[in-house]
C-alpha cells in the first residue's frame, strides 16, 4: 500500500518561501507520478503542479513562474518549491500519486490513487 506523508507547511509573509516535501512509502517514486493540489476554506480542491506522462509537468495559471515541482528519487520523495508566495496561496496543501503508466488528465484530483494527509500552508499579508 503506498502512503505519502507531508511537511514543509506553515506561517510566512507574502513574498517569502515554502518547500512542501512528499515522502512516498511502500512504492518506488520511480513507478508514481506525483501530482499537487490545495484546498482554501470555502473551495474546491483544485490542480497546483503535476507531471504529464511525456515529461512535461504543468503548472497552474495563478502559480506559474513562483512554484516549482521536482522529485529526488533515491529518497522517494517529490517536493514543491514555492516562492515569491501570496496571500491567496494561503490553503491546505496536498500531494497525491498515482501509476505513471496512467494517462488519465493529470489536472483531476479524481484521477489519482493516493493522497497524503495535507499540510496548512499560511501566508501573511
Known amino acids: 500500500q503506498v502512503q505519502l506523508v507531508e511537511s514543509g507547511g506553515g506561517l510566512v509573509q507574502a513574498g517569502g518561501s515554502l518547500r512542501l516535501s512528499c515522502a512516498a512509502s511502500g512504492r518506488s517514486l520511480k513507478t508514481l507520478r506525483v501530482g499537487w493540489f490545495r484546498q482554501a476554506p470555502g473551495k474546491e480542491r483544485e490542480f497546483v503542479a503535476g507531471?504529464?506522462?511525456?515529461?512535461?509537468?504543468f503548472y497552474a495559471d495563478s502559480v506559474k513562474g513562483r512554484f516549482t515541482d521536482s522529485r529526488d528519487n533515491a529518497k522517494n520523495t517529490g517536493y514543491l518549491q514555492m516562492n515569491s508566495l501570496k496571500p491567496e496561496d494561503t490553503a491546505v496543501y496536498y500531494c497525491a500519486a498515482r501509476p505513471s503508466s496512467s494517462t488519465a488528465q493529470i489536472m483531476a484530483a479524481g484521477t489519482y490513487d493516493y493522497w497524503g494527509q495535507g499540510t496548512q500552508v499560511t501566508v501573511s499579508s
Open positions: 507531471t504529464a506522462p511525456g515529461g512535461t509537468t
